[in-house]
């Protein structure tokens, strides 16, 4: 007897184990939910539009030539300081002395057939007045020095033209400045037949730069003249740079569909740190404020994990244009409707709530309306099953996190 009842004593014992695992599994199965929160806090915030560009003088000059030629000296390099009217190349002129002297015996040769012709006239009008010689010798000896007077003139153009090509053996500097491109060497040959070759390229004031942007159609609304600017270049990465906005130039840029504006930012370089070519990443305040409450973006992209889909921002209606034609707040001012959620103290859930928001960096946003200084917001949500917990809600959207 002893003997089967062992067996069932077993069973029995098996079975209440198993009855009191599903019983613990029960009572564990629910779940608890922790919130990430963040504090509503004060301080700075800047808008700011983000562009690239390239740094270039504020005045360029390619310095060419008008006559072709060898080049036979060079008195500029890279880097030279030049002043306005300093000599900085000359072309052997040899060719050109000799068209001058050739023009000159030109001119000197009307000038002496002008000469004779003016004789013949005054001599054949005493003639025609003594009845001696016939009007048509008259007529004739005056359209002689009419001629000789033009052929003059002519001669003198060609001479003036000559000792102008010789004088353009003989290349100078338009502007003070510094040679910052020098294109050609002693002995080379220039030919200025179709084009002006570029022989010299001159930078007025280095010291005096500005970089040329390329803003995205959808940013160039935030720009304007005399914002300020902040911006790095590769060669000093530690470094940050100043300007402001000159020009919003109205000619757009397409390249492969994408419609960009340039934006001319006037730079100071006393240093002469910035050189030209370099490229400029560009940052162009729109807003700045230094003392609002802002809070993370990542609370404003929260969802709870029973929502199935977020709400669309809604435009403040005090942003609308107004009746009677006046223009809206500017775009930096303009408030949006948005959501987040706000966990009291006390609470154990929090509670959805309508914020009104400004400016933005990127990272952080203003807020205007619906919060204060040290509300906690939830920026995400973790389920805690027992002991273990698991993230249940990704902080960035509406979805299940992935480990």
Do not use: W
């Not at 030109?106 to 009845?131: G, I, M, P, S, Y």
């Not at 005096?208 to 270049?233: L, P, W």
């Not at 204060?372 to 809600?393: C, L, N, Q």
């Amino acid at each position: 007897m002893f003997k089967l009842k062992r067996p069932i004593l077993i069973i029995l014992g098996v079975v209440a184990a198993l009855a009191i695992v599903l019983v613990m599994r029960k009572c564990s199965s629910g779940t608890g939910q922790n919130f990430q929160t963040v504090a509503v806090t004060r301080g700075p915030i800047t808008q700011a539009v983000t562009a690239t560009g390239t740094l270039n003088p504020v005045q360029n000059v390619q310095v060419g030539s008008q006559v072709s030629g060898n080049i036979q000296k060079l008195f500029a390099d890279f880097n030279s300081v030049v002043k306005a009217g300093q000599v900085i190349a000359q072309i052997d002129p040899v060719v050109f002395q000799a068209n001058v002297n050739q023009a000159k015996g030109d001119l000197d040769n009307a000038q002496a057939a002008l000469e004779l012709a003016r004789l013949n006239a005054a001599r054949t009008q005493a003639l025609v007045a003594k009845q001696n010689s016939a009007q048509s010798d008259l007529d004739q000896a005056t359209a002689n020095l009419h001629q000789a007077e033009a052929n003059v003139k002519i001669k003198e153009g060609a001479l003036e033209k000559a000792q102008a090509d010789l004088d353009h053996c003989t290349i100078t500097s338009p502007i003070d400045g510094m040679v910052i491109s020098r294109n050609v060497d002693v002995g080379q040959t220039v030919a200025a037949s179709l084009q002006a070759p570029v022989i010299f390229q001159i930078a007025n004031d280095l010291t005096k730069m500005q970089i040329d942007a390329n803003v995205a159609e959808a940013d160039v609304g935030g720009v304007a003249v005399d914002q300020d600017v902040d911006f790095t270049v590769d060669a000093f990465p530690t470094q940050t740079f100043h300007g402001k906005v000159v020009q919003v130039r109205n000619a757009p840029i397409t390249v492969q569909n994408v419609v960009t504006y340039d934006t001319v930012i006037g730079v100071t370089n006393p240093d002469l740190k910035l050189k030209p070519g370099m490229t400029a990443n560009v940052s162009i305040i729109s807003a700045h404020k230094d003392d609002v409450l802002k809070i993370p973006n990542g609370a404003l992209r929260f969802r709870m994990p029973d929502e199935n889909s977020s709400p669309a921002a809604k435009r403040d209606p005090s942003s609308a244009r107004p009746p009677g034609g006046s223009r809206p707040p500017p775009r930096a001012e303009r408030r949006v409707e948005r959501n987040v959620y706000v966990l009291a103290a006390s609470a154990s859930k929090p509670a959805k709530t309508t914020i009104k928001t400004g400016i933005s960096d990127g990272v952080t946003t203003e807020v205007t309306e619906g919060l204060k200084e040290g509300d906690r917001i939830v920026t995400g949500v973790t389920e805690s099953s027992g002991p273990a917990s698991t993230p249940a809600t990704n902080p960035f959207g509406s979805g299940p996190r992935r480990p």
